[in-house]
């Protein structure tokens, strides 16, 4: 009879992981995903954990400048790759023009799926391809809002897509 190999035998494996502009080292099990990298090994709990199935988008980060959703990915797939998350977008202390925008049209509610909806919304406009609103309806369709924010969120993606300063309330 063979014998099942005991729990925890698995080498863990040294990924490379340049998060927000730092270069950071983890050691992990082949198996997590970049979303359980970021959230329980570097703890950046901005990207939330909503569905673990890539149906709601709560967990968008941009990886080299690609908007993706981390729970289908595994970390030691990016290993060398430049990762965003919704802690990296701001500079120096200003918040990115989408954050802003966002605060600005209300588009957040209960405010779980904003770090991944404005991920994903800096990955739509660097990919260009949204020109109107329905396209950005389309285009952002994979980020699930449950409280229905979805006309301001296309407002804030439109001002932010034509060039408008959002002004936010100090």
């Given at each position: 009879?063979?014998?099942?190999?005991?729990?925890?035998?698995?080498?863990?494996?040294?990924?490379?992981?340049?998060?927000?502009?730092?270069?950071?080292?983890?050691?992990?099990?082949?198996?997590?995903?970049?979303?359980?990298?970021?959230?329980?090994?570097?703890?950046l709990?901005?990207?939330?954990?909503?569905?673990?199935?890539g149906?709601?988008?709560?967990?968008?980060?941009?990886?080299?400048?690609?908007?993706?959703?981390?729970?289908?990915?595994?970390?030691?797939?990016?290993?060398?790759?430049?990762i965003?998350?919704?802690?990296?977008?701001?500079?120096?202390?200003?918040?990115?023009?989408?954050?802003?925008?966002f605060?600005?049209?209300?588009?957040?509610?209960?405010?779980?799926?904003?770090?991944?909806?404005?991920?994903?919304?800096?990955?739509?406009?660097?990919?260009?391809?949204?020109?109107?609103?329905?396209?950005?309806?389309e285009?952002?369709?994979?980020?699930?809002?449950?409280?229905?924010?979805?006309?301001?969120?296309?407002?804030?993606?439109?001002?932010?897509?034509?060039?408008?300063?959002?002004?936010?309330?100090?």
């Amino acid at each position: 009879m063979q014998q099942r190999p005991q729990a925890g035998l698995t080498p863990k494996l040294q990924v490379t992981l340049r998060v927000n502009g730092v270069e950071r080292r983890v050691s992990l099990r082949p198996w997590t995903t970049l979303l359980d990298a970021l959230r329980e090994y570097l703890d950046l709990t901005g990207t939330k954990k909503g569905c673990d199935h890539g149906q709601c988008g709560a967990c968008t980060v941009l990886v080299d400048g690609r908007r993706i959703v981390s729970c289908l990915t595994l970390a030691v797939m990016k290993d060398g790759a430049e990762i965003t998350t919704i802690e990296g977008l701001a500079t120096d202390g200003e918040l990115h023009p989408l954050q802003k925008a966002f605060i600005s049209h209300d588009g957040c509610q209960c405010g779980y799926c904003t770090p991944g909806q404005i991920c994903s919304a800096v990955g739509l406009i660097a990919e260009g391809h949204a020109k109107t609103a329905d396209e950005i309806r389309e285009l952002m369709s994979g980020n699930v809002c449950r409280c229905g924010c979805y006309p301001n969120i296309v407002a804030a993606i439109e001002e932010v897509m034509q060039g408008a300063p959002a002004e936010v309330a100090p």
